[in-house]
C-alpha cells in the first residue's frame, strides 16, 4: 500500500479546511497523528463534531478542534479570521481543501459569486488573506487543493461568474484552474515581498469522496450518472483510489522536506487518476504568470482582501 512518513510535528498549528470528511479528515488525521494540533474550520458543526470523535478515536489524545466556516460567505471567511486573530497563535501549516464539485445549474455564494468559483477559490484567497500575519508569524507552508480538472480549465475573464453561460464541469475546471494560479503566485509574491510563507499546489488524482455526491447531486431528486458511474468505477478498482491514497501528494506538498514552494504535487500513474505522490509539471493552462497576477488583482477587488504590498 502506498504510503508516506511525516515528521515530528509536536508544536505545530495545522488548519485545515474541508476537514468534516473525505480528504480533509484523513489529512487532519495524519496530521494530528504526527503531533500537530489541528484546527478544522467546518460549515456543518454537527459533521464537525464526528470528525472530531473520528479523529480522537484514530489518534488518542489529539488536540483537534472545529471552528466555524462558511467559504460561500465572506462574512464568514472575516469571523474566522478575527477569531483565530483573537486567539493570537501563529499558523505552521494550512491546508485549503475544502471544495464543492459541479452542481448541475448554477449556484451562487452569499455575496453573488457563482458557487465553485466563490468556494473553491475566493472564500481560501480571502481566508488565507486575513490569515496571513499568523502564516507570516509561522512561516507557514500553505498548500491548496488543486485538481487534474485544471488541465482542461480556462478563465472567461468577460465571465468570471459564469453568468451568461454556466456548465457545470466547465466552471468547475475554471474553478480549480484559479486554485492552481493562486497557490503558485501566493509562492511567488511571498518570495518577492519576504512574507515567509511557502506556497505549493496539489491534486488527489481521481479520490471517491463525498464530493463526487454533493456536487452533481446538488438540486436533484435521483442521483447523478457522474456519481453512479464513480461508485462503479470505485468498486471495481479502476482508475479509482482510497481517501487513505488520495489525501498523499497533499500530505507530501505539506509536509515533506522534499516539497517546494511554487511547485505542484500529484499522483505518478496513468492519466494521474491514481498512484504515489510526485512532483508534476504545472498545465499548461496555469504556465502564465500574467494571468496569474491578473486573477489575483481581480480576487482582491471582489473579496475586499489585499495582500501586502499590493
Not at 515581498?193 to 511557502?198: A, L, P, R, Y
Not at 447523478?224 to 481517501?243: K, Q, T, Y
Request: charged letters at 20%.
Amino acid at each position: 500500500m502506498l504510503d508516506l512518513t511525516v515528521g515530528d510535528l509536536t508544536g505545530k498549528l495545522a488548519v485545515v479546511t474541508g476537514g468534516s470528511d473525505g480528504l480533509g479528515l484523513g489529512l487532519a488525521t495524519r496530521l494530528a497523528r504526527a503531533g500537530a494540533e489541528v484546527v478544522l474550520p467546518v460549515r456543518n458543526p454537527a459533521k464537525g463534531a464526528a470528525a472530531l470523535d473520528t479523529v480522537r478515536a484514530a489518534v488518542p489524545g489529539a488536540t483537534v478542534s472545529t471552528r466555524e466556516l462558511d467559504l460561500a460567505s465572506l462574512d464568514s471567511v472575516a469571523a474566522l479570521a478575527d477569531t483565530l486573530l483573537g486567539e493570537g497563535r501563529p499558523i505552521h501549516l494550512l491546508i485549503n481543501n475544502a471544495g464543492v464539485m459541479a452542481p448541475p445549474t448554477r449556484h451562487t455564494t452569499a455575496d453573488g459569486f457563482e458557487l465553485q468559483f466563490g468556494t473553491n477559490h475566493l472564500g481560501h484567497f480571502a481566508m488565507t488573506g486575513r490569515l496571513l500575519p499568523l502564516l507570516r508569524a509561522g512561516r507557514a507552508r500553505i498548500t491548496t487543493m488543486s485538481s487534474s480538472a485544471a488541465r482542461s480549465g480556462r478563465l472567461d475573464w468577460d465571465d468570471l461568474q459564469s453568468t451568461k453561460r454556466y456548465g457545470a464541469v466547465r466552471s468547475y475546471n475554471a474553478s480549480k484552474l484559479a486554485t492552481l494560479h493562486f497557490g503558485l503566485e501566493l509562492d511567488r509574491r511571498s518570495r518577492a515581498g519576504g512574507w515567509s510563507v511557502v506556497s505549493n499546489v496539489a491534486h488527489p488524482g481521481t479520490t471517491m469522496t463525498n464530493l463526487y455526491a454533493s456536487g452533481p447531486n446538488l438540486g436533484r431528486r435521483k442521483p447523478s450518472l457522474h456519481h453512479a458511474v464513480m461508485e462503479r468505477l470505485n468498486r471495481w478498482g479502476l482508475l479509482v483510489h482510497s481517501v487513505d491514497a488520495g489525501l498523499l501528494p497533499a500530505l507530501y506538498a505539506a509536509t515533506s522536506p522534499q516539497a517546494q514552494g511554487g511547485r505542484f504535487y500529484g499522483p505518478d500513474g496513468l492519466g494521474q487518476f491514481t498512484g504515489a505522490p510526485t512532483e508534476l509539471a504545472v498545465y499548461r493552462s496555469a504556465r502564465s504568470a500574467d494571468d496569474a497576477a491578473r486573477l489575483w488583482a481581480v480576487s482582491e477587488q471582489l473579496v475586499g482582501v489585499k495582500f501586502p504590498g499590493n
